[in-house]
């Protein structure tokens, strides 16, 4: 395997690639974070981001690119109709997928919307190892209803399980005694689940679940937008895989299912995303939805500019040393907040570092929202922007109750091949800090809830005055520095 071994033995991620383009960051005094915060509501998809030192909110549009996805910008063919800028994406997709049609969309939600106009009988239900916001959100739309049929060690905080986003076959087959086929639309499954840690599922589970599926005559669908992390799991944690190539354990991926999709903000280090599809005629079922809600066929409300880094992209995506760099980041920060005995998921996944909120912050009702406070106070004492995943990202139901989340989350995602070693090394360091003084953190409570994905623009205020009680112990700990 190409890691390198450092002669004292220390276990260090080491980057196969440099940096040539930088962007300056701002580390404001923590007075002015914690301003900063008021005015966004504690909600820290708020901020803006010249107020973000470390941007861990998420790993969608903001990874970087290579100097190859640069240079192939320059080469756009942008025309309407026709353009090679798409022929050499779709190629670029036959190859690694071996689907023949392609659907693009303007990004993964954009590709979900279309799946479910298309694809989703209300009254229905779609099977899932796991929900995503906005599939879920799709689906629901169209009047259908989504079950989750994660196995047991995935919704485990701390586990040793190498794949704990499989899918619960026996479960699957069960729903499909219980319900019948006719009654799923498709079966959904998430490449390396976002919500529950970005953990990643195994080839073998790929199998049985497709299989069983194909047997009853039932549509497979895979989400693949976190796909790369997912190749890199189960090339080092699945025996069968580790003789695989990146391309091959790709392969034998794609050839389960009937439809892939993607965001290409992750998959690909672009912008943009798409639908591949191995049948003709479910292609041209779909085919129409995509000049209607994205745009022509041959760029679906993308740019041509970005096309061309995806499919550069994509090709990296192959190239383990591209892809291990963001999963070898996340195991060094999850491993040092082990050490300091900070609750996280374990093992570690892909997309970031989770810190569960509520071991974290056991005195916070999660009515009063531990993950979000979390999220909040991590703000405050770094301006390092994670994301709260549990129940403010929930939505309320039909009777405006409010379902309690299985997980109280911070995602601290590690954007691929943004940050270095030392940035993620402060990251820890403040977390660290915070555990400390873990006893000062209180809840939130909305000030403003909207309807419909509350967690993007809600706003709340801290219940007490914990948020300055927190400026205090940082000034006297820290003195005046940042
Ligand atoms: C981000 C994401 C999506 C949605 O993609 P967007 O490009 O953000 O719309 C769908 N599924 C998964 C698993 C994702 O991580």
């Known amino acids: 395997m190409s890691t ?3 002669f004292r033995g220390q276990q260090l991620p080491l980057e196969m690639h440099k940096v040539r383009i930088i962007q300056k ?17 504690y909600n820290t998809f708020l901020l803006r981001n010249a107020d973000v030192f470390l941007d861990m909110l998420t790993d969608s549009g903001v990874n970087a690119m290579s100097d190859q996805q640069q240079a192939a910008m320059l080469i756009a063919d942008d025309a309407y109709a026709g353009s090679a800028t798409y022929t050499r994406l779709h190629a670029k997709l036959v190859e690694i997928f071996g689907m023949e049609y392609f659907l693009p969309a303007h990004q993964g939600r954009a590709a ?32 259908a209803e989504v079950v989750e049929l994660i196995t047991k060690p995935g919704l485990e905080v701390t586990s040793d399980h190498p794949f704990k986003g499989n899918l619960d076959v026996a479960a699957l087959a069960e729903l499909i005694a219980e319900r019948g086929a006719d009654a799923v639309s498709y079966v959904r499954i998430e490449a390396g689940t976002n919500l529950i840690g970005g953990q990643p599922i195994s080839l073998q589970n790929y199998r049985e679940t497709t299989e069983l599926c194909r047997k009853h005559g039932i549509l497979t669908v895979l989400d693949a937008s976190l796909l790369a992390d997912n190749l890199y799991f189960i090339k080092i944690r699945e025996g069968e895989a580790a003789d695989m190539s990146i391309p091959e354990i790709t392969r034998a991926i794609a050839d ?22 191995r049948e003709e005629a479910l292609y041209k079922q779909l085919r129409g939805l995509v000049p ?42 999850v491993n040092e907040l082990l050490k300091r005995d900070i609750p996280v998921i374990t093992p570690a ?7 569960d909120a509520m071991r974290f912050l056991p005195h916070v009702r999660q009515q009063e929202y531990p993950a979000g406070a979390l999220a909040t106070a991590l703000y405050i004492a770094s301006g390092v922007r994670g994301m709260e995943r549990g129940t403010l990202s929930e939505q309320r139901d039909a009777d405006g109750v409010e379902p309690m989340a299985d997980m109280e989350l911070v995602r601290l995602a ?28 209180g809840g939130l409570h909305f000030v403003e809830e909207p309807e419909i994905l509350r967690f993007f623009y809600g706003r709340l205020e801290p219940i007490g005055d914990w948020a300055n009680k927190l400026v205090a112990a940082f000034r006297s700990d820290f003195g005046d520095s940042l």
Not at 349 to 355: Q, S
């Open 4 to 6: 390198v071994t450092f």
């Open 25 to 41: 960051l701002n580390l404001r005094p923590i007075e002015q974070r914690r301003e900063a915060m008021a005015e966004a509501g």
């Open 112 to 143: 979900e919307h279309i799946l479910a106009q298309g694809l989703v009988r209300p009254g229905t239900v779609v099977p899932m190892n796991y929900h995503f916001t906005t599939s879920k959100a799709h689906i629901t739309n169209v009047g």
């Open 256 to 277: 389960c299912f009937d439809v892939i999709y993607f965001s290409a903000r992750k998959l690909g280090f672009g912008r943009g995303g798409g639908i591949c599809i």
């Open 292 to 333: 209607m809600f994205e745009g022509f066929l041959t760029y679906g409300g993308m740019s041509v500019r970005e096309m061309e880094a995806i499919t550069v992209g994509l090709d990296e995506t192959m190239d383990f040393d591209m892809i291990r760099q963001g999963p070898q980041f996340i195991a060094h920060m």
């Open 349 to 355: 996944g892909g997309l970031g570092a989770h810190v």
């Open 414 to 441: 590690l954007p691929r091949r943004v940050f270095t070693l030392s940035q993620v090394e402060y990251a820890i360091d403040r977390i660290d800090w915070l555990y400390q003084n873990r006893d000062l953190i």
